[in-house]
């Protein structure tokens, strides 16, 4: 079973500027470099869990998953050849860059590459925000979210949960947006899919979680005296009651920064259907501005 987002790779001819748009906007930890002169961003005690490596173009190039143990990511990896696709062992290169014991690797029905890893590093340094700020929400309820444009919304559904074992919380569905919203921990969801009009595959966005509505403002203010797009404005969703805003990144994808996430009780949850997104605020702006599409070939 999957236990949580573990940790997320980007590829960008923009990475440098993460060294200072990470801890002086988002207030995380600059981590190191990596082998290849990606920027390492931390935001807990575990080793990184944002990596922005060097790349031609801006594009996702994996979503991580922290499991329990080998045997669990072993047990994902076969359902997932069941189903027709190929999955990989990782070799040790690999998991020494992402910080893990080890990890499989597949790319699923829509071309997204997924790890399942196991023994993320932690260190027993204290993390150090790059500006002050009351620290993010994680623990086990891991990094945060990932939204998904996927090519088909019933297929990704079906393997979503069926394959990887994701549970449903929620469904959204206003005018053309239909969107489904899944949980694997206490945290409302990790993982969310949807279909955009014309089929295309992205990466829609990013969310972390701070513990403080205070912390979300500052970022607010700092985007904006610093010009950095706002995507979408403050707002409370419908269904997380999550308050939160949508900024834009150096390397082209969205990140949503928000505080009050609804928590789940998976033996207790209701899945429900909601026909707004937010209950007040949220209103899109830059929609010139797109999405992150898929890394091709995906990094390693």
Not at 20 to 29: I, T
Not at 35 to 46: I, K, M, Q, S, T
Not at 175 to 186: D, K, S
């Amino acid at each position: 079973m999957i236990k949580s987002l573990a940790y997320l790779g980007v590829n960008s001819p923009h990475y440098e500027e993460w060294e200072s748009f990470g801890p002086e906007v988002l207030g995380v930890q600059l981590a190191g470099r990596g082998p290849d002169g990606a920027v390492h961003l931390r935001l807990d005690e575990a080793a990184h869990r944002i990596t922005i490596h060097p790349g031609p173009h801006n594009a996702i190039a994996y979503i991580g998953w922290s499991v329990q143990d080998e045997a669990a990511a072993k047990a994902i990896a076969g359902r997932v050849v069941a189903h027709g696709i190929e999955a990989t062992r990782a070799n040790a290169a690999e998991c020494a860059q992402r910080k893990v014991e080890g990890f499989y690797w597949f790319k699923d029905p829509s071309g997204f590459r997924h790890e399942l890893s196991w023994g993320q590093y932690h260190t027993v340094a204290a993390f150090q925000p790059g500006r002050p700020i009351s620290g993010f929400r994680t623990g086990e309820q891991g990094l945060g979210h990932v939204v998904l444009a996927v090519t088909d919304l019933d297929e990704g559904d079906r393997f979503y949960r069926e394959v990887m074992g994701f549970h449903p919380s929620d469904t959204v569905r206003d005018g053309p947006l239909e969107a489904h919203f899944y949980h694997i921990n206490g945290r409302h969801h990790s993982l969310a899919i949807s279909a955009l009009p014309n089929r295309e595959v992205a990466f829609l966005h990013l969310m972390v979680e701070v513990n403080s509505l205070d912390d979300v403002g500052h970022a607010h203010d700092l985007c904006e005296q610093r010009a950095i797009p706002i995507t979408t404005t403050l707002g409370r969703h419908s269904n997380d009651h999550m308050i939160s805003f949508y900024m834009y990144t150096p390397s082209g994808f969205r990140l949503e920064y928000g505080w009050g996430g609804l928590e789940v009780d998976h033996d207790l949850w209701v899945p429900r259907t909601y026909d707004k997104p937010s209950s007040w605020g949220h209103r899109r702006q830059h929609k010139e501005l797109t999405a992150l599409k898929l890394n091709e070939p995906a990094a390693r």
